[in-house]
T-cell receptor
């Protein structure tokens, strides 16, 4: 994706927390998103955060936004095998309606 | 409420042919966007339609086109297919152009031989 960067792979032990990181470049971004893609499926919206927020928690998911550093993270607590998927960070810029996606982070869970 | 529906699920074509993909958005959603997903390029924005008008376009050649009907259903067309057009084509819908939530279909996997 253009201007949204993520690491490609992350491996965590079952039961541990996973932290997936993302950086973006456009300071005018209004919304930042995390999507999940399982094999053979489309993208599922997990959570999103408005650009004037710092943190959002939703059950096992915690999103942290550092607007100064243009850094977004997704923490998954108590990671389970069902969390194995590709996680995409995305931003919506105020100047255009399109949503720009990162390349995705493949999360694998080891026993 | 039914989700975003894309048809067909899989498609095999040969070089030079053309293809039409269909997308039915969630009921009540008026904005439809299309994305191309490939292992090398990730998710690339193709175009967005709202009220039967193309509102936004990505950096794709003119062989890629689309349209939206009055019931918000959308189609995209790729003419003169090339091997590099092999990809998962994803459609997404939202209530309107400013709504923050974008919901995706399962995609159409296009293979060009």
């Amino acid at each position: 994706g253009e201007d949204v960067e993520q690491s490609l792979f992350l491996s965590v032990r079952e039961g541990d927390s996973s932290v997936i990181n993302c950086t973006y470049t456009d300071s005018s971004s209004t919304y930042l998103y995390w999507y999940k893609q399982e094999p053979g499926a489309g993208l599922q919206l997990l959570t999103y955060i408005f650009s004037n927020m710092v943190m959002k928690q939703d059950q096992r998911l915690t999103v942290l936004l550092n607007k100064k550093d243009k850094h977004l993270s997704l923490r998954i607590a108590d990671t389970q095998t069902g969390d194995s998927a590709i996680y995409f960070c995305a931003e919506r810029r105020s100047s255009a309606s399109k949503i720009i996606f990162g390349s995705g982070t493949r999360l694998s869970i080891r026993p | 409420k039914a989700g975003v529906t894309q048809t067909p699920r899989y498609l095999i074509k040969t070089r030079g042919q053309q293809v039409t993909l269909s997308c039915s958005p969630i009921s009540g959603h008026r904005s439809v966007s299309w994305y191309q997903q490939t292992p090398g390029q990730g998710l690339q924005f193709l175009f967005e339609y709202f009220s039967e008008t193309q509102r936004n376009k990505g950096n794709f050649p003119g062989r890629f086109s689309g349209r939206q009907f009055s019931n918000s259903r959308s189609e995209m067309n790729v003419s003169t297919l090339e091997l590099g057009d092999s990809a998962l084509y994803l459609c997404a819908s939202s209530q309107d152009r400013v709504n923050e939530k974008l919901f995706f279909g399962s995609g159409t996997q296009l293979s060009v031989l």
